[in-house]
């Protein structure tokens, strides 16, 4: 019995067809079955019932899959370890991060520290909705998620708490709520609103503050790519609520303090339990070191961005 086979198995159990596991494991359809076939010999067990060109795990392929996942991930987490005997002059570390919380004054000094320590190893950056990061890091497509703290994690998921940000209105540059001391939320009613999407974290933790102050958001325009509401805030006729980080740097658009503040706290996301390579573990700590600076300074905002942040 060979890991390759087993991966093999793995991908065809998961997807429930040859054709798709053959893809997802970059070989031909007809190796991948001879694999399989080669390894139900091996055991004298049939794994699959194939019916047709439909297949269905059997009782044994059950039982085998729980093993046979322990023993690839113990299989990679070894080479990793291996790996890790080496000095850091390559690899990749990569990391989630939630839609909404955008490259902030944190994350870059974290970014920029880190190459200046480990200039060849590569930080890779996906965007993604909150609720997609936690599977992303049981299939590890990604290595650490940075998002907003959730009330109840996974067992599997290990959540520390970074800081917390603010919700703020978005307006264009000389619009009338620009420059104002703060603004009210039912004040933000009266004009053209273009908030996040209803399945993004951010727009949940919004209308449960305006349900809190009696009211009910009623947006124009709803869209789950932040950029884009950015792009038509900077417009001038539209108002938006968005997280403090969301918006910084961008040229066009002020942020407006809320008059009942809407806190937002962070916190980065590993698996629980799981072997973390030296260029993870690094990154970690350089994290944490930076947000620990940051809190203690003992501002609310950040004198060279703009970025609040709030010690929890």
């Known amino acids: 019995m060979e890991i390759r086979q087993l991966r093999y198995f793995v991908n065809a159990a998961k997807t429930l067809s040859f054709t798709e596991a053959a893809r997802r494991s970059n070989v031909a359809q007809s190796t991948l079955s001879q694999q399989i076939k080669q390894l139900e010999t091996e055991l004298d067990v049939t794994l699959f019932h194939r019916v047709g060109k439909h297949i269905q795990l059997t009782a044994e392929g059950r ?3 729980i093993d046979a996942e322990k023993i690839i991930d113990d299989a990679r987490q070894g080479l990793q370890r291996l790996a890790d005997m080496k000095e850091l002059k390559g690899g990749n570390v990569s990391i ?18 880190y190459n200046k320590v480990y200039p060849m190893v590569t930080l890779t950056i996906h965007q993604v909705a909150a609720p ?53 939320m039912e004040q933000l009613t009266h004009h053209p609103l273009v908030l996040p999407s209803r399945n993004l974290y951010i727009r949940t933790v919004i209308d449960k503050a305006a349900q809190r102050q009696g009211l009910e958001l009623h947006p124009a325009v709803e869209i789950d790519d932040l950029s884009h509401i950015i792009y038509m805030v900077r417009g001038g006729r539209w108002v938006s609520l968005l997280p403090d980080v969301a918006t910084l740097s961008v040229r066009g658009i002020s942020r407006v303090p809320l008059d009942t503040p809407i806190p937002i706290p962070t916190s980065v996301v590993t698996l629980a339990g799981c072997y973390q390579r030296k260029a993870v573990t690094e990154f970690l700590r350089l994290l944490s070191r ?19 942040f709030i010690s929890e």
């Open 63 to 65: 039982a085998l899959l």
């Open 96 to 113: 989630g991060l939630a839609s909404g919380l955008g490259i902030s004054g944190v994350l870059t000094d974290v970014l920029t520290e």
């Open 132 to 184: 997609l990061l936690p599977n992303l890091l049981r299939r590890h497509s990604i290595d650490l998620a940075i998002t907003f703290l959730q009330d109840d994690p996974d067992d599997d998921l290990q959540s520390t708490q970074l800081f917390g940000t603010r919700i703020c209105a978005a307006v264009c540059e000389h619009h009338p709520l620009d420059n104002r001391p703060s603004v009210s």
């Open 290 to 308: 930076t947000v620990r600076l940051f809190t203690q300074l003992g501002n609310e905002t950040c004198d060279i961005c703009g970025e609040t």
